[in-house]
């Protein structure tokens, strides 16, 4: 594309093409191909009410739907160097950035915030599919090391839904080293005695699910999310064979160990909600609690923070 | 209701009840005596029965298709438990079922396994014969009880640990070490329940506890009474010898001080009340937990390691 094509022909197109119905009040789905009608979608949490397909949400979306209230607080990510290779294919990464930037209206893949969950608080550190295939670079990175630091700080629970390709490849080998980074981010919410959280959204595949996506207390998955390590086109041109249905699907990892549960969209807040009472409120109401170890927040004197 | 051989005298004074209850159009209160007498003998002979069950009445007991299993206990006993799968390395084996919950107000891991109740429950827990992945699912999730100050409750309900190839190939023997290596090692308190069948390996590797309990019933052993006759006797027909020699019941394990508590079952056995017996279990494992709750974890550490250390040491009582 160049600037003929992003600037001129939607002009064009809305002078040629003929009035109809606008796109986007009607989503086709996938599995089924049902078409239905955007409000429908949305009251349903972009789950087909014909099928149960469950569809990609965006940042928005999942963060919505999982705190109280739908009431959250979003953090500013600390900004990185753009485009530390000067990495160009067909064309410059840091033009891709732009355009996924002024497309999703976001600095990076993923999105951080902290609120409570059935009143506990929880920080959040949710993947931006739209923005590049939710790849981890530099940024993702920076955006799990800061949701972690928030997590210790605040002395909260880390939950994290991935839903990424894998690795940037623009960001080459810095892009490899995130999946050690990450690890280490997370394992200091651990080595705090935090619960860390995984909730595997479609997709999961490549060094995401390699580093810090399945290291979780616990693993919580979507229906029929796409969850691996390599790509099923590179298994089937490797091994030379038809993969089987199901592979690589959420229902096929709970049967290999390797998630704790499936859980329906309308019920995962709910299921969020009850882990974090039992991991965080283990005590009878009425029994004395202890202090916690650590304050909070700094707070001074006068009890202003 | 199923009914055991030994309870055959029972089963048919019970028959002649349900027929006198069907019969409608006679002489009501004739029918009520005749029922009433008919019942207190009914009580009278469960009574007697059950006083001097045999070790292998006891196998049978312990086995019965309608006794409580895990999923029962936790139906019963356990608000909102949270099923948590999954070894992280090869499968989910549901012959061992783990999760956390809350019992009587409190955060609990519980572990057990379950033996399923009908011909596909049965084979999707394979019959709670556990593979190495279900050990190794135990150990992570006591891990993470340990993790997170959260004490473990086991019920043990298994013939055995599943003796195939493919268990064998995993490490079927690995798994189970390392499970009783964690049923050690946490520092939360630790309570096993054996609700009916405590078998051998498959068992001990959810229940090097702090605190075992037992139900009057249930057994537990080195090996099945079936297993050891084959063995020692050279034929499974000896069972019942093998079931005596054996000790495997919970009074003579109370003796032997591997029980630490029996817990008494209704008249005629747990599956004649399930409720009650349920009710009765958790009421124990509750006394329990509360005293073993007001423990540093490093005492109830050091104390389960102790206590470990020193069986058979001291020889039988
Ligand atoms: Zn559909």
Redesign the interface.
């Given at each position: 594309m160049n600037w003929l094509t992003n600037f001129v022909r939607p002009e064009i197109q809305q002078w040629v093409r003929p009035k109809e119905v606008p796109d986007n009040l009607w989503h086709k789905c996938h599995q089924c191909g049902h078409m239905i009608f955007h409000r429908d979608l949305e009251k349903n949490l972009s789950v087909c009410q014909h099928c149960g397909f469950h569809m990609r949400l965006t940042v928005k979306q999942r963060l919505d739907m999982l705190f109280d209230d739908s009431f959250y607080q979003r953090i500013e990510l600390p900004r990185v160097a753009p485009d530390p290779l000067k990495f160009r294919d067909s064309k410059r990464y840091s033009d891709r950035l732009k355009e996924a930037q002024g497309k999703t209206l976001e600095q990076d893949a993923i999105a951080v915030a902290h609120g409570t969950m059935g009143g506990v608080n929880v920080v959040v550190a949710a993947f931006n599919f739209q923005f590049m295939g939710g790849s981890m670079g530099m940024a993702v990175g920076e955006g799990l090391v800061a949701a972690a630091e928030l997590a210790v700080l605040q002395d909260a629970p880390l939950v994290v839904i991935p839903s990424s390709g894998g690795a940037r490849m623009q960001e080459g080998i810095l892009s490899l080293m995130q999946m050690a980074r990450t690890t280490v981010a997370v394992d200091r919410v651990?080595e705090k005695?935090l619960?860390y959280i995984v909730l595997l959204a479609d997709p999961t595949t490549g060094g995401v699910t390699a580093s810090f996506a399945?290291l979780g207390?616990?693993?919580i998955a979507e229906p029929g999310a796409v969850i691996g390590f390599a790509g099923q086109r590179v298994i089937e041109s490797t091994i030379r064979e038809k993969l089987p249905d199901g592979f690589q699907r959420a229902e096929y990892l709970?049967?290999?160990?390797?998630?704790?549960?499936v859980v329906h969209r309308h019920r995962l807040r709910e299921?969020l909600v009850?882990?974090l009472?039992?991991?965080r409120?283990?005590?009878?109401?009425g029994e004395v609690v202890p202090l916690p170890r650590e304050p909070i927040l700094p707070v001074d004197g006068d009890g202003r923070v | 209701m199923n009914f055991l051989d030994f309870e055959k005298p029972i089963a048919e004074l019970e028959g002649k009840i349900e027929e006198l209850r069907h019969l409608s159009d006679t002489d009501e209160i004739n029918i009520a005596d005749e029922v009433a007498r008919l019942q207190a003998k009914v009580d009278k002979l469960l009574k007697s029965t059950y006083a001097k069950l045999t070790p292998w009445q006891k196998t049978q007991v312990a086995r019965h298709p309608d006794r409580p299993h895990f999923s029962d206990y936790v139906a019963h006993l356990v608000e909102d438990f949270t099923p948590l799968a999954g070894d992280r390395a090869f499968a989910e084996d549901r012959a061992i079922i783990g999760g956390l919950g809350r019992f009587r107000g409190r955060s609990v891991m519980v572990i057990g396994h379950e033996k399923g109740r009908d011909t596909e429950s049965r084979v999707r827990h394979n019959f709670g014969m556990a593979r190495p992945e279900g050990y190794r699912k135990a150990r992570r999730l006591m891990a993470m009880a340990d993790r997170f100050h959260i004490p473990v409750v086991t019920l043990v309900d298994t013939a055995g640990a599943y003796p195939g190839v493919d268990a064998e190939a995993r490490g079927q023997a690995e798994a189970i070490a390392r499970a009783i290596e964690s049923c050690l090692a946490i520092r939360v308190p630790l309570i096993t329940a054996i609700i009916g069948e405590g078998g051998s390996g498959g068992a001990i590797a959810l229940a090097a506890a702090n605190t075992v309990v037992m139900l009057e019933h249930s057994i537990y052993s080195v090996i099945s009474p079936e297993g050891c006759a084959s063995i020692l006797w050279r034929s499974g027909d000896n069972a019942q010898d093998a079931a005596e020699a054996l000790k495997l019941t919970a009074q003579d394990l109370h003796r032997l001080g591997v029980v630490d508590l029996v817990v008494p079952e209704p008249l005629g056995g747990a599956h004649r009340a399930r409720n009650q017996t349920m009710d009765a279990l958790g009421d124990t494992i509750e006394q329990s937990l509360t005293a073993l709750l007001a423990l540093d974890g490093g005492v109830l550490r050091a104390r389960r390691r102790d206590k470990f250390l020193e069986m058979g040491r001291q020889g039988v009582h």
């Open positions: 651990k005695g619960p399945m207390d616990i693993h709970l049967d290999h160990g390797m998630v704790d549960m299921t009850r882990l009472q039992l991991l409120h283990p005590k009878p109401p | -």
